[in-house]
DNA sequence: ACCCAGGGTCATA
DNA sequence: TATGACCATGGG
C-alpha cells in the first residue's frame, strides 16, 4: 500500500469532496480557527450568524466589541479563546494587506507568518495555505496520524513536521506539476476526515475493510 | 450521564 | 522534549 494507492481507494470509496466549503477564502481562514477541535456542524452556525451580522471581513471582525463577535461564534465553541484567535489573525490579514497582496508571498514565509500568530498552529495554517491559499501543503491532522500508524504507512507519533516533510516526499515523485500537487493534497485531506467520519460511527471498525466497502460489520 | 469534534497555548518537569 | 490542564458548544 503506497500513500497514492490509499488515495484512489478513498477516492474510489467516497468521491470527491469538494473541499473548502465556504464562499470566499476569507472564509476558509475564518472556518479554519473555528473548527479547532470543534464539530464542523457546529462550526456552520457561528459562520452563519458571522454572515447574517454582515461580519464576515476582516475589520469588522477587529473593530465591533468583543462580546458582540463572542456572541456570533458561541457555537463553534471556546468563544473566549477565539473571539482573540479570529483578531490576532486578522489583525495580521490587515497589516499585511489582505487578500491580494498576500498572494503573492512565498509559500514558506507565508506559512511562517501564519504560525507566528498566537491561536494558528500548523495545522490551521496549513488548512489556510492548502484550501485559501491554494499552496502545495500537506494537511495532517490526528485522523491522518491514526490511518497511516494503523496501514503502517507512518509511525503517528513523530512531530508534525516530520511526518510533512515525509508524506510531501513521497507524493512528490507521483505527481506532475503544482496544481496537481494542490488539487491531490486538497482532496486527499478531505478525503481522510470523510472517511474518519465514516470509519467512527458507530463504532470503530477494520480501516482496511472498510476501505473496500466489505467490512463484516458494516450493516451493524 | 458520557464521549467526542476538521487544535492550540501555557505552565511545569 | 514532553506531558497535562484548560478552553465550551452541540450531537450521538
Not at 470523510?194 to 470503530?204: L, T, V
Request: overall charge positive; charged content about 25%; aromatic content about 8%.
Amino acid at each position: 500500500m503506497t500513500l497514492l494507492k490509499l488515495h484512489d481507494l478513498l477516492l474510489e470509496c467516497y468521491g470527491p469532496q469538494h473541499w473548502w466549503p465556504a464562499r470566499t477564502s476569507f472564509e476558509v481562514m475564518v472556518g479554519a480557527v473555528l473548527t479547532q477541535n470543534t464539530a464542523w456542524t457546529n462550526v456552520e452556525k457561528a459562520i452563519a450568524n458571522l454572515h447574517t451580522a454582515q461580519a464576515m471581513e476582516a475589520e469588522v471582525i477587529l473593530h465591533v466589541p468583543q462580546r458582540r463577535l463572542a456572541a456570533w461564534i458561541r457555537p463553534a465553541g471556546y468563544f473566549n479563546v477565539k473571539t482573540k484567535r479570529l483578531r490576532n489573525f486578522c489583525a495580521w490579514y490587515v497589516a499585511r494587506g489582505g487578500e491580494k497582496k498576500l498572494r503573492r508571498v512565498d509559500t514558506a514565509v507565508l506559512r511562517h507568518e501564519l504560525l507566528s500568530i498566537n491561536g494558528v498552529g500548523p495545522e490551521t495554517a496549513d488548512d489556510i495555505l492548502l484550501y485559501a491559499f491554494h499552496r502545495p501543503v500537506f494537511v495532517i491532522d490526528a485522523y491522518t496520524r491514526r490511518l497511516l500508524s494503523r496501514l503502517q504507512l507512518a509511525a503517528g507519533d513523530e512531530p508534525y513536521e516530520h511526518l510533512r516533510e515525509h508524506i510531501e516526499t513521497r507524493l512528490q515523485g507521483e505527481t506532475r506539476g503544482q496544481r496537481e500537487t494542490v488539487s491531490l493534497y486538497n482532496e486527499y485531506h478531505a478525503l481522510i476526515v470523510r472517511h474518519a467520519k465514516e470509519f467512527c460511527r458507530p463504532r470503530p471498525r477494520c480501516e482496511i475493510c472498510c476501505l473496500a466497502r466489505r467490512c463484516p460489520t458494516a450493516a451493524v
